[in-house]
Every structure is written in structure tokens, then in C-alpha cells.
């Protein structure tokens, strides 16, 4: 990108006087407001920390990350008492939202939420580019970040977020309904995952819940499916794809958007999926009206909270080619954090960072997702349900497709044209011409 | 439409009301209903009376939104905001109501351009004022927000009834050697009564409804308002539309109760605020 | 989510009946005997003009400069790129296509919300005996956030058979609709729920034009041998003119703003088919990191409100100066 011109770097100093300017009449007309409210108002900021040398740091996490995150900052208190964390979460689309505009206007959080890889506008990528986020390269858990993750914690080499560890996208299922279809055992070839829809059906349940009117919800599909028809192919497609010589209209994408309009032409779907939420596509599946999801692991713990016993669900991985060998598996980088690069509080801001790279802690958090531990130890557990995705993770495992595209509006684009496919709307051929029409942006 | 006896029609007329008005109410059933089940509940028989109803999700929508604090926090914004606007914009609109000066027409026409500006033009720029002003999670902060971007509303409310006031009040009381400022506090405030019922009740439903400032500007400060302590759970992977629900209920309860008690006043302060 | 917008609290006002919101200045010079010299100083606009300047204006004014610049909203790299954002919309068919979108729904909302919250009116100005009660629950919406009326509306659409909507209709034996999930039903949706929320706020403001309707002239007429019909003709109606301007005026601000309600309901989906100028200048900001552009958008947005607003404003007024 072109360097900023100089006019604009004097108009900004100017802005800054004038912000000053502004803000002592704005402060002198509003002293009776702030008075009262500073009475009120704990001291956060630089005042508290030379007095008592309490440091109040701020983060800010998506609703996903609060059971985690509680659990650890009250740890943290024990550890170093003298930091208290102020944490707020929201879904996911307002952080976005308020957090651009706090980056925007040069003033993040201490901690936020950062997205693994690059293809979002939360993104380490993203945002690590622009200067925004603290180099983690120096914590020693750092050290150990798996080879094949490395795309999605670090850029030119240095580390940006913490992440506790991976999940894999694959079916969840109801294991009453199978057993009543008279499914033995999960599939492991497209085949045989048809055959077993088709079982279903019979049995007079839906095969697949597909809760597609809540946009992220519309991508797993493409996402199980698509490891074994580009990738386990070609490893190196997201390398030739940015280097401008592979596209989604001329690869296995095209194959995998087939078999996904094949599941709904035979009636596997729930009727009306755009629709369907998130929500009711869980329900259907925890109460048996439906015999799966495919959806990603970090979900397990809202499908079992809708189930009458946690153990009724399990997972499996979705078989993309009829050849068991050929199947890969979509495994990525659950959503992390990482330190504002200005935040005030670096240091305390880092150390907490630190503090969740340990082990223990590492084996605490992927616990509370249902996540596979980034690094593993005696203690670590892996929720029994994933166990048959781990021996994918070795080398027949891709990270989630998004992570690695170039720009934000990719993702949301394949959002709408799977809603557009569902509705007959448009062709696969369009389809994907619009997504690299939007890759190339 | 008979306004003079009640007869067949009207008797007519009040049954198809009570009708529509049961079926306008039919999402609010929905709501409540939905609320006091549990999943199993839900997914067996969404919308008959629960049974029996369970205050489980009320009880864990209290305690993961912390909506005590959250409570305080959106009253003190809300009462503080409010009573800055009644006294910025009543002065203001008294002003571009009375002068006869081109200027002050075109300082009207100014105020109202906020109403038609989307918000998101000035996002940027005014969260780096609010912070250079050092107000970033402070409620001042949020207090000068909400009277700055309720302003253009509050004084097109208050200008247009003010014009219609005969003047002669006014006048009178400066006849007798009052200030203007004694004239408007004393003579002209009272009689905006009605409308300032209704400049209270509009802003106070956007103030305490408004969740994306809020969050932007008090967000891990502690200072959170109901809105933002709601959504903190309604979170993506959120999939018991009980709890949802129940969270939903207890947000909107606050004003809901408000109005409810105040009703009288409220659709009185809108109708006798257009009468004039 | 109120994600955001001013447009989500529903709009209103309360200018007195037959009150011009904005007339020429000279109309009232009469008014005071006293005239000019009795013009309160200029001090009494000054605290307000400052805040509004301060918090509304010198931002608008700021974040206008983005508009001409190719920033992705955070970091500093930034272009000055002319007139190229607007250049890009003209062949960008997610804009373009959202103001067809915008269009439609703000038709929708304007016709509806005003021809139910008339018939509402007249419904509850009359000597019923539940007046006060069908007050309070039509206008109860109004008081509740747009967001969480969204939350309640998406289960309310939901397509299954047996829950919300769907189930309400299947009780009497009418078929379901995949209200949120159908492409061309899905705006629609969006309406009749912005509507159900609102009605009641424009039946308020016409019912307080209804009270200003003198009995006597509604007697006069009917000595006259004027039927119901004829009376509303020819009575009511013309004297509701100051309380409909007002109630179009808002509700197609209102409707051109709307964005909360969209957002949480369908995110402008399926597909592209409920995106409407306000989603997409969203999207272009915060989701693809185009914040230059998105300014853009918002700048013609603020330009087709104000220009709507005016037109409108200009043609009621001549409208009810005529009658």
C-alpha cells in the first residue's frame, strides 16, 4: 500500500490538537457529569498503578470464550493478585464491530480476541499487519507450537496469539437414532456415509440437521468435505491458489459442493435449512429428531447441554472419498487472544498470555471447548467424542480452509452462495466464480 | 367509529379489537412461554403452557449477566443523560423557536441534519474524541454520548411545540422586568410539560435500549449496562432458547415495568405533546 | 447488536398538531408583539450547539474524509484514492442490489406500519370500553429494544411446523412458510416485524390527531346525512394530515436507516436477499476491513435520507397548506 502523504500526517497532528482543544471545553461543560461519575468509577488507569501498584488490565472475548477465560482469570488472581482482569464477551459480530473501531481509533483493549490465520477481519493476519498486536514470540510455550500450526499463530516468523489448541469439523450424531436405524458402526466412506443417510431416512428421521440461515453455520459442509477432495490430492493448493494458479471453480471444490447439493436433492437435509438456525439444528439432533450435524467440535458442550445424558452424542469424521485412505480431515485453530502492541499495560498484559501458555492451563482451557490440546502432557484429556478424528491429525489433516485465504470477504461470500445454492438460487459453476471473484479482491 | 352511544357496532367493533389485540400479542405468549420450559420441554411441545414451568432459566440468566451492577450502571446513564438533554435541548430549541434571524434558521436546519447522518459516519473519529477526552470507560463518557446524538430529536420535539405557544406568556413575565432566563425557567419550562414527557420517555427507551455504544465505549470496564450483560450470554454457541429467552424478558423488563406504570403519562405526554 | 443504529429506537415526535417542523420564519413573525427584541440571546443554543458539534458534527465531518481514501479501518496505512470508492459502487452488485433491497423494505414498512397504525387508531379512539388496555399493548413494543424484538422474531419465523408462527397457523388448518429462509419472502418478514413493533407508535401519534378532531363537526356531518365512510372521507381525514406527515416522515427514516432488525434476523441472507445499503455499508466496515469504502456507501446513504426527507417534507407540507 502506497505511503501516507504528508498532508495527512500534519492533518493529523492538528486533529490531535484540536482533540485537546475540544476536550478541555467539552470536560469543563460536562465537569458536573464526570464528577459524579468519578466518584463512582474504580481507578483503572495510570493514577492506581503508581499508588498501590494494582493494575487493572481489559479484555475483551467473544461469548465463546467465557467459560474458559472465567475459569482462568480467577486462576490467574491467585497468581498475581496485584492484576485484576476486567472481561466482557458479546457474540461475535458486535466484538468485531466495536473492537475494529477501537483499533481503528488506536485504542484496543489490553487482551482481545484475535482469530487464528489470516481471512477474517479479526484475524492475526489482519491485524498483526497493521502493527496492532504484541509479539508473543519470546514466551517459551511459544517454542512449541506444532509445525503445521504455525500459519495460524504466527506471520514473518514472529507470534501474535495464543490459541489453546485445535477442533475438528466432523459429524456430530445421536447414537440412539444410529443404533435404531440399524447403523453398526460410522461410516468411513462416502458411500457407505450415504448409505447410512439413507438408513436413516428410512427409519423416518432427518439424516442431517443443517442450521443454515445462521451464516457460519453454511460452511462446515464445504469444509469437511473439501480436505479430501483438493487436498489430500494436493497439499499445496493453498500455496498454487495464492500464487494465482489454482481456483475454486476449476477443483475438487466443485466436487464437494456436488456431494453437498447431493445430500439435499436426496432428501437428507431438514425441510427448509435456510431457515433452520444453529440452535434448532443442535436441538434436533440432542432430542433424536434428527440423526446428525455436521458441525465443529467446539460445539459438543451446547449439544450435549440440549441432550437428556451427555453420552448420547458422539462424532465422527465425515469421509469425503470412497477410498478410506483418501479421506482428510478439517482441523484448525481454535479462536485465541492477543495483547493490543499499545496497550499501556504490556507487560502485565504479555505475562497473563504467559501464564495461559502453561500446560496446565493450555490442558484447562481445551478442556472447557472440547479442543485438542495444542501441546499435550499426562494430564491433558481429549474428549473421548474426538478420539477418532486424532489419528487424522498427523498428516492427513488441513487447517480450516479460511485460515489461509488472503482477504475477509471471501468467507462471507461462501456464506451466501451456499445460502444461494440451498435455495436453487444459483449454479456451483457461479458459485464458486463469485468466491474467487471475491479471493482475488 | 360511533363517538356518541355504545351500540351493536361499537360492541362489534370492541370484539374485532380484542381479537387483533390477542393476536398481536401472540409473540410476547411465545416469548414467556418459552422462557419457563426447558429443552426437553421446548422440543416436545413448543408453544403449549409450560408444564410444569421451571424459573431454572430465569435463575441462570440472573447469575451469568450479573444484572445488579448492570442495572445500576444503565439507571445512573440513563436518569444522567436524560436530565442533559431536557436542559440542553429545551434551552436550545426555546432560542431557534423565538429569533426571526436567517442564522437561527439555519442552526435549526443544522440540528436536524443529525437525524438523517447514519451513525456509522462518525464511529472513528468520535471514539478518538471520547478517549482523548479520557472518558473511555468512564459512564461521563456514554452520558456526553447519548446527549450529543439525542440532541437533533430532543430540539426538533421541543422547537415545534414551543412555536405553538403564544408568546404573550413570555412576554408578559418580561413585561414585568424578568430576565429571559427567569421568563423561560419560570414561565415557558412548565408549560412544556407534555412534551417533555415525551422527549423523556423516547430517550429513555433509546438510552437504555442501545447496546453497541455501550459495549464499544464501557466493555471490560465494569461499568457494563443491561443491554451489553444480556448479549454477554446470547452468545453463538448459545442453543437453549429457554435460557435466551429468559435472558430477553429480564433485559427488556426494566422499561417494560416503567412503562407500564407510567403508561397513563407516556401516551398522554404524546398525544397532549401533538395537541399543543 | 443494536449494533448499532440511531434508526433502531423507534423515531417520533411530538410537534404540536398543524405545527409546520420546520417552517419559514416569517410565517410566525406575527405572532409576538413584542417581536424581535424579545428574541432570547444566543446563549441559551450554545451548551446544546457545542455537544451536538462536538459529539455529531465534528465527527460527521471527520469520518466523511474516509470516504476519499482506500483505509481498511485499523493501522496506518492509508491512500487518498479521489473519487474511486464511488467510482466502485456503481459496479459493485451487492450495493446496487442492496438499494433495490432498501427500497422495497422502506415501502413496505411506510405503508404498513401507517395503514395499520391508522386503523388501530380509529380502532381505539373509539368509545370502547377497552380503549386504555388496546392502547397500553399495541404500544408496548415500542418500548423494547429492536434487537431482542429480532431474537424473538427469528424463533416466532422459524419453519418448523410446530413452533411460532408456523404452528400458530397450522392451529387453524393454514399452511407454514419458511419465512426467514425463503429468498423472496424473507423482506418481507422483515417488515411485517419491524411493523408489529411500530404500529403502535404511529396509532399514538394518530390518535392524537384523532383528539384533535372537534365532535361538533363530526355531528354537523351527520345531520348532513354523512355516512361513516363519508365522515372519515371528508372529516377525519383532511385534519389528520399534520399527524400523517409526521408519522411518513419517520417511518421512511426510519425504514431507509433500518439496520438493527436486519442484522439480527437474516444478516442481509439468504444469499444477498435482504441486504439493504445500511447491512452492506456494515459489512464493508467491520467484516471485509474496507472502511474507506464503507464510508463511501454511508455518505450516499446520509445524502438519499436527507434528500428523501426533503422531498417528502416539502410536498406533505404544500400538501396540508392546500387543504
Avoid at chain 1, 493478585?81 to 489490553?110: C, E, F, K, M
Avoid at chain 3, 423472496?184 to 378532531?213: D, K, R, T
Amino acid at each position: 500500500m502506497p505511503p501516507v502523504p504528508d498532508r495527512l500526517r500534519d492533518a493529523k497532528v492538528s486533529r490531535a490538537q484540536f482533540f485537546r482543544l475540544m476536550g478541555g471545553i467539552a470536560v469543563a461543560a460536562m465537569a458536573p457529569a464526570s464528577l459524579a461519575a468519578c466518584s463512582t468509577r474504580p481507578e483503572t488507569t495510570g493514577a492506581a498503578a503508581g499508588g498501590s501498584g494494582a493494575t487493572q488490565l481489559s479484555f475483551v472475548g467473544v461469548a465463546d470464550q467465557k467459560t474458559p477465560m472465567d475459569a482462568l482469570v480467577a486462576a490467574y488472581k491467585k497468581v498475581a493478585p496485584q492484576v485484576s482482569i476486567g472481561a466482557s464477551y458479546a457474540p461475535t459480530d458486535q466484538v468485531q464491530t466495536s473492537l475494529r473501531t477501537q483499533l481503528g481509533a488506536g485504542n484496543a483493549p489490553d487482551l482481545h480476541v484475535v482469530y487464528p490465520g489470516n481471512g477474517s477481519a479479526m484475524s492475526m493476519s489482519q491485524i498483526a499487519s497493521a502493527g496492532l498486536l504484541a509479539d508473543l514470540s519470546a514466551q517459551a510455550w511459544t517454542k512449541t507450537i506444532p509445525t503445521g500450526f504455525k500459519p495460524a499463530f504466527q506471520q514473518d516468523g514472529k507470534t501474535y496469539i495464543f490459541s489453546a489448541g485445535s477442533s475438528v469439523i466432523g459429524a456430530i450424531y445421536n447414537k440412539k437414532v444410529f443404533q435404531e436405524a440399524g447403523v453398526e458402526a460410522p461410516p468411513t466412506t462416502w458411500t457407505e456415509f450415504l448409505d447410512v443417510c439413507e438408513k436413516i431416512k428410512k427409519a423416518g428421521k432427518t439424516p442431517i440437521a443443517l442450521g443454515a440461515q445462521t451464516p457460519w453455520v453454511t460452511q462446515l459442509i464445504t469444509y469437511a468435505l473439501v480436505p479430501s477432495t483438493v487436498y489430500a490430492k494436493d497439499p499445496t493448493f493453498d500455496d498454487k491458489q495464492l500464487a494465482g494458479q489454482a481456483t475454486f471453480a476449476g477443483s475438487g471444490w466443485v466436487q464437494a459442493m456436488e456431494m453437498y447439493l447431493e445430500l439435499q436433492k436426496r432428501g437428507f437435509f431438514n425441510d427448509n435449512p435456510n431457515g433452520t438456525t444453529f440452535e434448532q439444528q443442535t436441538s434436533m439432533v440432542a432430542t433424536g429428531k434428527a440423526g446428525m450435524a455436521i458441525q465443529v467440535s467446539a460445539v459438543l458442550p451446547d449439544f450435549r447441554k440440549a441432550a437428556s445424558g451427555p453420552d448420547d452424542l458422539s462424532m465422527f469424521p465425515v469421509p469425503g472419498a470412497d477410498d478410506a485412505a483418501q479421506v482428510w480431515i478439517p482441523a484448525g485453530v481454535v479462536v485465541g487472544l492477543g495483547a493490543g502492541a499499545k496497550s499501556k499495560h504490556l507487560d502485565q498484559a504479555t505475562a497473563f498470555i504467559d501464564f495461559l501458555g502453561r500446560q496446565e492451563n493450555i490442558n484447562a482451557y481445551a478442556k472447557a471447548i472440547s479442543a485438542i490440546p495444542l501441546t499435550q502432557d499426562a494430564n491433558s484429556t481429549i474428549d473421548p467424542a474426538v478420539e477418532s478424528f486424532l489419528p487424522f491429525t498427523k498428516d492427513r489433516a488441513v487447517p480450516f480452509m479460511d485460515q489461509r485465504w488472503p482477504n475477509a470477504e471471501v468467507q462471507p461470500t461462501h456464506f451466501a452462495v451456499v445460502q444461494d445454492l440451498l435455495a436453487g438460487r444459483t449454479s456451483i459453476g457461479d458459485a464458486l466464480k463469485k468466491m474467487d471473484e471475491a479471493y482475488k479482491k | 367509529m360511533n363517538h356518541l352511544r355504545y351500540g351493536r357496532a361499537t360492541f362489534l367493533l370492541e370484539l374485532v379489537m380484542i381479537a387483533v389485540a390477542v393476536a398481536f400479542m401472540f409473540p410476547v405468549y411465545a416469548l414467556i412461554t418459552l422462557s419457563l420450559k426447558n429443552p426437553a420441554q421446548i422440543a416436545e411441545a413448543p408453544l403449549s403452557p409450560p408444564a410444569p414451568p421451571t424459573l431454572d432459566n430465569f435463575a441462570k440468566a440472573w447469575s451469568s449477566a450479573a444484572l445488579g451492577p448492570s442495572l445500576m450502571n444503565s439507571t445512573i446513564i440513563t436518569v444522567a443523560s436524560l436530565v442533559a438533554l431536557i436542559a440542553l435541548g429545551s434551552f436550545a430549541a426555546y432560542f431557534l423557536a423565538r429569533v426571526q434571524t436567517r442564522l437561527g434558521y439555519g442552526l435549526y436546519i443544522l440540528f436536524l441534519l443529525g437525524i438523517v447522518l447514519p451513525f456509522q459516519l462518525g464511529t472513528i473519529p468520535l471514539y478518538q474524541l471520547i478517549n482523548n477526552l479520557g472518558l473511555i470507560g468512564s459512564p461521563a463518557g456514554m452520558i456526553l454520548f447519548y446527549t450529543g446524538v439525542q440532541l437533533p430529536f430532543t430540539v426538533f420535539l421541543y422547537t415545534g411545540f414551543i412555536r405553538a405557544l403564544p408568546r404573550e406568556y413570555a412576554s408578559a413575565a418580561q413585561i414585568d422586568g424578568a430576565s429571559h432566563l427567569t421568563a423561560f425557567t419560570r414561565v415557558v419550562f412548565p408549560l412544556l410539560r407534555p412534551i417533555t414527557g415525551t422527549v423523556l420517555i423516547l430517550n429513555a427507551v433509546f438510552i437504555w435500549n442501545d447496546f453497541f455504544t455501550p459495549l464499544l465505549y464501557l466493555g471490560g470496564s465494569g461499568f457494563e449496562t443491561v443491554p451489553v450483560s444480556i448479549f454477554a450470554f446470547v452468545g453463538q454457541y448459545v442453543s437453549d432458547y429457554g435460557l435466551v429467552f429468559a435472558g430477553l424478558v429480564l433485559g427488556a423488563l426494566p422499561i417494560v415495568v416503567i412503562f407500564l406504570v407510567l403508561q397513563r403519562y407516556v401516551i398522554k405526554g404524546f398525544s397532549s405533546g401533538l395537541k399543543g | 447488536m443494536s449494533v448499532t443504529s440511531r434508526s433502531g429506537s423507534p423515531p417520533t415526535t411530538g410537534t404540536p398538531a398543524g405545527t409546520p417542523a420546520a417552517p419559514a420564519p416569517r410565517r410566525r413573525r406575527a405572532g409576538g408583539r413584542f417581536g424581535a427584541a424579545l428574541s432570547p440571546p444566543w446563549l441559551f443554543a450554545a451548551p446544546a450547539l457545542l455537544v451536538y458539534a462536538l459529539v455529531v458534527l465534528y465527527p460527521s465531518i471527520a469520518g466523511v474524509v474516509y470516504a476519499f481514501t482506500d483505509w481498511s479501518g485499523i493501522g496506518g496505512d492509508m491512500s487518498f484514492v479521489g473519487l474511486a470508492n464511488f467510482r466502485t459502487m456503481l459496479g459493485d452488485d451487492q450495493a446496487l442490489g442492496s438499494i433495490g433491497n432498501t427500497v422495497l423494505l422502506t415501502i413496505a414498512i411506510v405503508v404498513v406500519q401507517n395503514g395499520v397504525g391508522l386503523l388501530l387508531a380509529l380502532g381505539a379512539h373509539a368509545r370502547i370500553k377497552s380503549r386504555t388496555v388496546l392502547r397500553v399493548v399495541f404500544f408496548a413494543p415500542v418500548v423494547v429494544s429492536p434487537v431482542m424484538i429480532a431474537f424473538l422474531w427469528k424463533y416466532i419465523y422459524n419453519p418448523d411446523p410446530h413452533a411460532g408462527l408456523n404452528g400458530l397457523l397450522g392451529f387453524f388448518g393454514l399452511p407454514g412458510h419458511d419465512w426467514l429462509g425463503d429468498p423472496s419472502l424473507a423482506l418481507w418478514s422483515i417488515a411485517g416485524m419491524v411493523v408489529w413493533q411500530n404500529a403502535g407508535y404511529s396509532m399514538v401519534i394518530f390518535l392524537a390527531g384523532l383528539e384533535g378532531v372537534p365532535v361538533e363537526l363530526h355531528e354537523a356531518a351527520m345531520i348532513d346525512g354523512a355516512g361513516t365512510v363519508q365522515r372519515f372521507r371528508f372529516v377525519t381525514w383532511p385534519l389528520l394530515a399534520p399527524a400523517l406527515t409526521i408519522n411518513l416522515m419517520l417511518s421512511t427514516i426510519g425504514g431507509l436507516k433500518l439496520f438493527d432488525q436486519v442484522f439480527a434476523a437474516t444478516n442481509g441472507g439468504p444469499g444477498y436477499a435482504t441486504e439493504t445499503l445500511s447491512t452492506v455499508l456494515y459489512k464493508q466496515a467491520f467484516v471485509y476491513g474496507k472502511f474507506g469504502y464503507s464510508t463511501a456507501v454511508a455518505l450516499v446513504l446520509a445524502l438519499f435520507v436527507a434528500a428523501v426527507s426533503f422531498v417528502q417534507i416539502y410536498y406533505l407540507r404544500s400538501r396540508e397548506v392546500a387543504q
